[in-house]
């Protein structure tokens, strides 16, 4: 429910970045900057759930003075920022990785590692920095993939062949898989690509939430997110107050408590953190 009184009792506002936050340029709008920090002066804290990885979205944490722990990987890293204490990390098995590995290769799909800080990559998969969608990503190519595996967060395989990487979603399921947390989705930028992003179970966008708020000692009601993708289904079923922006996916627009007018490229946080403002205020 969408209302007055929800608005005046929000303590934490979580935003996605890509698509929601951020401009497709990159940048967080003028307006928002000033809302952030009037908005911190009542109490409200904010922080991120996104599917860059820690090291790719602290600019943006400085850009607002976040202090605050941050959801990366979709979950699957929450760092608090600017300290850099780890709040939670979910690794895959390595026996998962191996498997992993060995699927991507017979099914001839490139595929990444992504830690906490950087993107690792073989030669044999060189055009992967290319290929993701995960902006502001250090990328590194190694030798030895041995050497990566442990400690992988999430594990990343592209490709144009549809099926192929279909098929390789259904080998990273159960009865095949026990453990494991899958996506399939297409490319938020390129439409002839499509990715599967597998991570251990239990971490989405939801689960990070739920970890913060727990961590941060706020209720889910008292909390709202923005989102956009179809990353972000998790994150709308919490309980929290749902917001998608005008550019959202309708499948998220669907599950949202209030749809801006605006998009991200007309500062659409900002239409929102007003509203918040102006609930405060009263």
Known sequence: MFTKRNLQRLKLIVFDLDGTL??????????????????KSFGVKFSFAT?????????HAETLGLNNPLISLDGSLIKNYPSGEVIFESGIPLRHMKKAV????????KFALCHGDAIYYTELNSSIPDMLDKFGATYVEINDLDCYLDNTLEFVVASEMRESVRAFHKRMMFPYMLGISTSFYK????????????RKSGTDKGTGLKRLSKHLKIQIDETAVM???????ELFKTGALSIAVQNAVNEIKYHSNYITKRTNNEDAAAEFLKMVLEAKKQ
Do not use: F, M, P, Q
């Open 22 to 39: 951020l401009s497709d340029d990159n940048s967080i709008g003028d307006e928002t900057r000033e809302l952030v920090n009037e908005l």
């Open 51 to 59: 599917g860059r990885l820690h090291s790719a979205i602290i600019g």
């Open 102 to 109: 060995k699927y991507a290769d017979n099914l001839l799909l």
């Open 187 to 198: 490319s938020h930028r390129r439409g002839d690509l499509y990715y599967v992003e597998a």
């Open 227 to 233: 989102g956009d993708w179809y990353n972000d289904r």
